[in-house]
C-alpha cells in the first residue's frame, strides 16, 4: 500500500514520461544520425547501445571487433557462460533481466586476496583482480569498462596458458594505456588464434559503454 | 595465505602498473590538454575528474554550473549529508573512502513501491523513485546520472515546496529530454533562490562522469 501522502508532482515541464516511448525515440534518433553503415550489420545492435549510453553516435566511429564477437558472446551466454567485470559500477549496469541464462556477474575486485597480490605483483588491484577469474574464464564473456592494465593483465594470463574466455569487450576508459590496451587486444595472437573481441578505440569507454554492450550481446532485443 | 598456484603472468607488454603514477599521468594529461582557464577555479578539480571519467578532455566545454555548487556540496558532505542518486550505477561508483563523514548513499530505484507509483502517475520509475527522496532531500547532495525525466520530477517536486537538497549534479545522458532536463536545472526558479546545480550540456553525462563529479565534490584532494 501507498503512503498517501506520496503524490506525484504537478506536472511544470513538457517532457516524455513513457519509458518505453523514450527508448524508441532514442533508438530512432540513434539509428538516424549515427554512421552504422560503416559497420558490419552484427554490429549495428551494439553499436546503437554503445551511442545510447555515450550520448554521443559520434562514438560509433571508434567501434571495432572481431568478427565473430557478437555470435561469441551470445553463445556463450545463451549457454549460461558468466560476465567477468573489472569495476563494480559495470557489474550492476548489467541489465539482469535481459540475461539468457540467470548468468553469474562477477568482479573479483574486492576479494580480500586483491590488495595483497597488487603490492606483491607491483601491479594494479583491478590487474590482480583479473588473476582470480581463472577458475571462471572457460567460456565466460569478459568486460572490462575500468582499467587499461587490467585488459593488458588478461592478455598476458591468456599468453600464458589460461582457459580461454568466449569474449572480451574491452572498454577501458582514460589516458594512461587506454588506447594502447585496446590495440594490444585488437592485435593479440593466441595458438587457437583470437579471442573474439569488441573495442571503443581512443581514450573514450568505461563502465556505461561497456555495460550497453553487454547488454546488447545478451539479447538481440533492443527493447527487452 | 595466497594459493600458491596464483601467479602473476609474465610481462609481455609495457605499460604503467603504478596506480598512483597512473592517475597522476592521466590529470597531468588532462590539466595540460583541457581548456580550464575557461572554468572558474573553483570548478576545475571537478572538471578534471569529470574529463578523466568521460576520457575527453572537451567534455569540460560541456560544464556548466551554479557559481555555489562546489561550496555548497562540499559543506553539506562534510555536514553528513546523504547522497541521492538516480541510477543504482552512479551510486556504486561513488568511491567512499572519499566520503568526508560516512554519508549515506542512497538511491530508491529498487524500493518495491516505484513500479506501482510509476503506473499510477503515468511516469518512469526512475521519475517515482525519485519521489522517495523526499525525508532525506533536505541537506542532500542530489545526482541524476541516468534519467532525464527523473531530473524533471525533482525540478517539479521542488517547485512544489518539497524540502532544498544542498546541490543538484544533473548529469543524464541521452537523446530524449536529456539536454531539456539540464536546461530547466540551469534555469529553475525557487522562492529562497536556485538549489546550486552542476550539468554537462548537451547529450552526453551518465553514472560515470555523474559519480567523477561526486567523488570530486566529496574531496578536494585530487589523488585521496
Not at 506536472?11 to 530512432?28: H, M, N, P
Not at 550492476?92 to 597480490?117: F, M
Request: hydrophobic letters at 45%; proline letters at 6%.
Amino acid at each position: 500500500m501507498i503512503d498517501k501522502e506520496i503524490r506525484r508532482p504537478s506536472r511544470r515541464y513538457d517532457y516524455q514520461t513513457d519509458g518505453l516511448a523514450i527508448y524508441k525515440e532514442s533508438f530512432g534518433i540513434i539509428r538516424a544520425e549515427a554512421p552504422l553503415h560503416e559497420l558490419p550489420e552484427s554490429l549495428r545492435g551494439v553499436a546503437v547501445r554503445v551511442a545510447h549510453a555515450a550520448g554521443d553516435t559520434e562514438v560509433v566511429r571508434e567501434l571495432a571487433a572481431h568478427p565473430d564477437v557478437v555470435e561469441a558472446a551470445r553463445a556463450a551466454l545463451d549457454a549460461g557462460g558468466a560476465i567477468l567485470t573489472d569495476s563494480e559500477m559495470l557489474a550492476r549496469g548489467v541489465t539482469r533481466r535481459r540475461l539468457p541464462a540467470r548468468n553469474e556477474v562477477l568482479c573479483t575486485l574486492r576479494d580480500p586476496r586483491v590488495p595483497e597480490l597488487a603490492t606483491e605483483w607491483g601491479t594494479t588491484r583491478s590487474a590482480a583482480a583479473v588473476s582470480l577469474w581463472r577458475e571462471r574464464l572457460d567460456g565466460a564473456v569478459v568486460a572490462i569498462g575500468n582499467a587499461p592494465t587490467a585488459l593488458f593483465h588478461l592478455l598476458e594470463l591468456l599468453a600464458d596458458g589460461a582457459p580461454r574466455p568466449a569474449a572480451i569487450v574491452g572498454m577501458p576508459v582514460g589516458f594512461v594505456g587506454s588506447a594502447e590496451s585496446k590495440s594490444a587486444l585488437a592485435e593479440h595472437e593466441l595458438p587457437g588464434g583470437q579471442v573474439p573481441w569488441l573495442v571503443v578505440r581512443g581514450r573514450r569507454g568505461g563502465s556505461a559503454m561497456a555495460a550497453a554492450a553487454l547488454n546488447a550481446l545478451a539479447n538481440p532485443d533492443e527493447l527487452a
